[in-house]
């Protein structure tokens, strides 16, 4: 396949896929001419890191993902514990997303919005250092 085709068929652009090539993360073979030829299982690792991308996984735990896939000796305790961090990662920014609602929901209800120039919204912001 060529990287139109496989663009196409993993859902990922054409920039995306030369990106992950110049990293490392996979490693076309390369036609006489010079263009990339994709196999099958570059499809799957494509689409592999596709899932653990939308699933908010960095490059490089990503990388250490498909390593640890693709070693049949690996300990599934590893795998669960790149999981769990990032699991812990996603908790810590959904209660840090919990505390700025709620801090702007406060500001917003202490805010008279009215043609008066004395804003608390703005002097919170002022306050804050």
């Known amino acids: 396949m060529n990287i139109g085709e496989i663009a196409t068929r993993s859902g990922l652009p054409a920039k995306t896929i030369r990106y992950y090539e110049d990293i490392g993360l996979i490693k076309p073979l390369r036609d006489a001419n010079g263009y990339r030829a994709f196999r099958p299982q570059d499809l799957h690792k494509l689409a592999f890191l596709a899932r653990a991308r939308a699933l908010g996984f960095r490059v490089e735990d990503c990388r250490t993902l498909l390593q640890l896939y693709e070693n049949r000796a690996r ?3 590893d795998v669960k514990a790149i ?3 990032h699991l812990d990662q996603i908790e810590q920014k959904i209660a840090d997303l ?5 801090t702007l929901t406060d500001l917003i ?3 008279a919005g009215d043609d008066r120039p004395d804003c608390p919204i703005l002097a919170s912001l002022a306050n804050q250092g």
Do not use: D, L, V
């Not at 919990?98 to 709620?102: D, L, S």
């Open 75 to 77: 300990s599934s305790a």
């Open 83 to 85: 999981a769990q961090e």
């Open 98 to 102: 919990r505390e700025m609602q709620q």
């Open 109 to 111: 209800r202490s805010c």
